[in-house]
C-alpha cells in the first residue's frame, strides 16, 4: 500500500461514521439505540494485562470524576474529562458536539423540571462499566449510570431516578482518559416510582 493510501485510511479512521445519536451525559440526557461508528467497532489489539488494568482504572478514576462533578454542580470539571472533538449520539436521532454537551449539562442541573417547575438536586451519580474493549490503547466501554435525586416544592418532595446505559470510547491523553464519543442504547426514568418517558420533558 502507498503513503497516500496509508494517509486516506487513517484519516478515515480518526473521522467519526454518524448514523443516529445519543444525547449524552452519564447517560442523563441521552438517547436511542445507534449505529456506531465502524472505525469504533473493529476488532481489538492484544495488549497487555497489566496494561489494561491500568488503562481500567483510569477509566473509572474519569467515570468518578464526572459523577463527583455532577454532585458538586462543577460543570467546568466535568468537561475536563470530555475531549473537545466528543460527539454525543442521542435516542431521538440528535448529535452534540463538546459546546452542546456543556450546555446539557447546565441545563440538567439548573433547568427546573417541567412538571414540577423547580430544579432537581442530585443526591447520587454513579457509574458501572458493563464491558470493556481495547483498540491499542483505545477503549470501548459499555456502561450503565445511574442518577438519583428529588425536587422540593410546597412542602412535598418528588423523587427522581434515572439509569442509562451507553456505549463510550475513551482515549488516554497527558492530562487522563477523555471521552471521545457517547451512545446512549438505553435510557429509563422514574418520578416518584413511576416510569415516566422522560423527566426533562
Not at 472505525?39 to 489494561?52: D, L, Y
Not at 416510582?193 to 420533558?201: A, E, I, L, P
Request: charged share 20%.
Amino acid at each position: 500500500m502507498n503513503i497516500k493510501k496509508l494517509q486516506l485510511a487513517y484519516s478515515l479512521w480518526k473521522k467519526p461514521d454518524v448514523i443516529n445519536k445519543t444525547r449524552f451525559l452519564l447517560g442523563l440526557v441521552v438517547g436511542t439505540a445507534t449505529v456506531v461508528p465502524s472505525a469504533i467497532s473493529q476488532p481489538v489489539q492484544a495488549q497487555s494485562a497489566a496494561t489494561k488494568a491500568q488503562g481500567r482504572q483510569g477509566i473509572v478514576t474519569a467515570y468518578n470524576k464526572q459523577a463527583q462533578a455532577l454532585l458538586n454542580k462543577d460543570v467546568p470539571a466535568f468537561m475536563t474529562t470530555i475531549s473537545p472533538d466528543c460527539l454525543d449520539y442521542s435516542l431521538d436521532g440528535s448529535v452534540s458536539n463538546y459546546a452542546q454537551i456543556e450546555v446539557a449539562v447546565h441545563e440538567m442541573l439548573e433547568k427546573p423540571i417541567p412538571q414540577l417547575g423547580v430544579p432537581m438536586r442530585l443526591t447520587r451519580a454513579t457509574s458501572k462499566i458493563l464491558s470493556i474493549s481495547w483498540r491499542g490503547s483505545e477503549a470501548i466501554v459499555m456502561s450503565q449510570t445511574t442518577v438519583m435525586g428529588n425536587v422540593s416544592k410546597y412542602g412535598k418532595t418528588a423523587n427522581i431516578e434515572i439509569v442509562g446505559v451507553s456505549r463510550d470510547f475513551w482515549t488516554p491523553t497527558r492530562t487522563g482518559w477523555k471521552m471521545r464519543q457517547s451512545v446512549t442504547t438505553q435510557m429509563t426514568s422514574w418520578l416518584n416510582g413511576k416510569k415516566v418517558k422522560s423527566v426533562f420533558r
